[in-house]
């Protein structure tokens, strides 16, 4: 009798000394294989093969502890930690791949308490999000940003300092780095989290470095106030365009890119200014350009066997009147850029691609535009537009991995 109930206590405990055992084995092959630290370049350099599969024989390891039976709380979480530590590395070198179970062992760290780690964890988290929210091309990817960008105000709250302002600089360096269609997009949803943010915590320098993002950003569908001083130094009246379909350029004489497209702007033009379109340029008086005597040179020789006719502004001669610029107001940087405004003021097309202008204008300059549509019309209106918006988006694209050539 004794001996039965001596085996039936032997095969009671044997799974849990098995569990005990490998649980005890498998320890010993992470930490042979974790590595002793993070290396900080891993934002701008993949970490090396070897780094990679050690990581990855700790993460084999950590799921091999997760399948054992009678896995204690304790276990977990002696375990987690060194599984988040190597899916950091992982999600650097993969991030399509590790970076969603990085954030969801990221928010098990906090449930669990685990807040060393998941100041670290989290962080990693953010600055990957970073990353593949402003890939473009065939590397895009579906990275809300508005959940980004809460989640990085979180963490700063949580972890209030330097380096979490440093995750946030860390998305808006490279947000300002992409191509300003999708810079702009991006900025008009991320830039307003952040400034509400900075305004809580009386960061009053950083919310209104973002006033010019924030305005540019978020100019389609808004007015667009237009003003200035023109090449001739008469103060530009706004009125001498209202009514009428306008599109911006700024410019200067030394972008390549902002002269390469002024024969197609000259055509444009022609084609449609009976019809109520104008261009106003607007030379931002940047590098050599502060001389306006310089522009005026530029001006004089024609384009295409033409001058220039259009209003050409320029935002040095404002300046010396104590204008405001609305280089400097709405943050353009970058050249050229060109904005499209429709007769009621307000911004149609905010960097419209050239391919996609002549439509446009046609469309906005077309006496349909003043007529009162009934909501099933305005209902198939904007089904359009939202499939012109996706084309435009292939467009880009398109443009972006395939860009034309450019003759300086």
């Known amino acids: 009798m004794r001996t039965f109930l001596w085996a039936c206590s032997l095969i009671l405990f044997l799974p849990a000394f098995v569990s005990a055992q490998n649980f005890e084995q498998l320890q010993k092959v992470i930490e042979a294989n974790i590595p002793t ?16 599969e050690a990581c990855k024989t700790v993460d084999g390891a950590v799921t091999q502890i997760y399948a054992l039976p009678d896995l204690t709380e304790r276990d977990r979480r002696w375990t987690l930690p060194r599984e988040a530590f190597s899916l950091i590395i992982l999600a650097y070198a993969e ?43 065939n590397n895009a990817v579906n990275l809300d ?28 360096q490279r947000i300002r780095g992409m191509n300003p269609a999708y810079r702009d997009r991006r900025l008009a949803v991320a830039a307003p989290v952040f400034q509400e943010y900075y305004r809580s915590v009386n960061h009053s320098a950083r919310a209104l470095a973002l006033d010019s993002d924030v305005l540019r950003a978020t100019l389609p569908g808004t007015p667009m106030y237009l003003f200035g001083v023109g090449i001739d130094g008469r103060d530009f009246d706004p009125n001498s365009v ?33 019809d109520g379109f104008e261009i106003i340029g607007v030379n931002t008086a940047t590098k050599g350009d502060q001389d306006e005597k310089r522009v005026k040179q530029f001006l004089d020789v024609p384009v295409n066997g033409k001058k220039i006719p259009w209003t050409i502004l320029h935002e040095g001669l404002g300046e010396r009147k ?12 970058e050249l050229p850029v060109l904005i499209l405004i429709g007769r009621n003021g307000k911004v149609l097309d905010l960097h419209p691609l050239l391919s996609t202008l002549d439509d446009r204008i046609a469309k906005a300059t077309s006496l349909l535009t003043s ?29 972006l991995l395939n860009p034309p050539a450019t003759n300086p």
Not at 100 to 128: F, N
Not at 243 to 265: I, N
Request: with cysteine.
């Open 242 to 274: 209202k009514d009428k379909v306008v599109l911006l350029q700024f410019w200067g004489t030394w972008c390549v890119h902002c002269k390469a497209e002024m024969p197609d702007l000259l055509a444009l033009y022609e084609k449609y200014r009976a």
């Open 95 to 137: 991030p399509l791949k590790y970076y969603q179970r990085l954030t969801l062992i990221s928010d098990e760290l906090e449930q669990r308490g685990l807040t060393t780690m998941l100041k670290e964890t989290e962080k990693h988290v953010l600055v990957i999000g970073s990353i593949l929210s402003t890939r473009t091309g």
């Open 37 to 52: 630290g993070l290396p900080n370049d891993l934002d701008r350099r993949p970490p090396s093969p070897e780094l990679v």
């Open 145 to 172: 940003i508005q959940p980004l960008a809460g989640r990085m105000v979180a963490y700063a709250q949580q972890f209030p300092g330097k380096e979490s302002m440093d995750v946030i600089d860390h998305f808006l």
């Open 371 to 399: 007529i009162e549509w009934t909501e099933e019309e305005r209902k198939q209106l904007e089904e359009i537009e939202r499939k012109r918006n996706e084309e435009v988006d292939r467009q880009i694209k398109e443009e």
């Open 322 to 333: 104590n204008q405001t610029s609305m280089t400097k107001l709405y943050g353009i940087e």
